[in-house]
């Protein structure tokens, strides 16, 4: 029996182990928070295997220390087990991590004196852009074309690339990228909508690239 949460993240990150998902078991999110809450060791894995690793890929977009992301989050999963009595329910555990994790990411990093998003080149290899045109592009090994996209990422503001992210990667609606970034619904429409705009523009002049280029 685990009882150190420490060791149950190193569990839940052992390959060895035998593997447990989601949707073998089917539970809802409200039903997986509550038996957690209730002191549950394995819905305490499975919300570890599934959220940590769009949390750990969202930090990095916050901060430019990867170890401080690393540190936020595995302290941000302890100090959940330690007050797991206390925690209020929720039928959306991502939205609740998300919200959880910047809050204490955030203080970190002003701790720091270091509260801006990053906008290296290494981030973007995270890929913040799902469409058609991507993957066509992706699987063309077209070097050049991806990095003309990247730099058209590189160029939205911090908010747009965060909603970007929280849309295509992280999965979540308008309604709830508003309760993560702390702005109004149709604040998030509008920042989605221009940054599409400026990337659909480079989206198309890929695309015409590649079939162009499959013509001759």
Request: net charge neutral.
């Amino acid at each position: 029996m685990v009882s150190d949460p420490l060791d149950k993240l190193i569990v839940a990150q052992d390959p060895n182990r035998e593997e447990t998902s989601r949707q073998e078991v089917k539970q809802p999110d409200a039903f997986l928070w509550d038996e957690f809450r209730g002191g549950s060791e394995k819905a305490f894995s499975l919300m570890y295997e599934e959220h940590a690793k769009i949390l750990l890929a969202y930090g990095k977009k916050l901060a430019r220390n990867p170890r401080l992301v690393e540190d936020c989050l595995h302290d941000l999963f302890i100090e959940l087990w330690d007050r797991k009595q206390h925690l209020s329910a929720t039928d959306s555990i991502r939205l609740y991590l998300l919200k959880a994790f910047k809050h204490k990411l955030l203080r970190a990093m002003a701790k720091q004196g270091k509260l801006s998003l990053t906008s290296n080149a290494e981030d973007e290899q995270l890929g913040f852009v799902f469409s058609c045109e991507w993957e066509l592009i992706h699987h063309q090994s077209l070097a050049e074309q991806e990095a003309r996209l990247k730099t058209s990422v590189a160029r939205l503001s911090e908010n747009q690339r965060e909603i970007i992210f929280l849309r295509f990667y992280s999965g979540l609606s308008y309604e709830q990228i508003g309760e993560v970034m702390g702005i109004h619904y149709q604040s998030v429409k509008n920042l989605m909508f221009r940054a599409m705009q400026t990337l659909r523009k480079q989206l198309i002049f890929l695309f015409l690239s590649i079939s162009f280029s499959a013509l001759i």
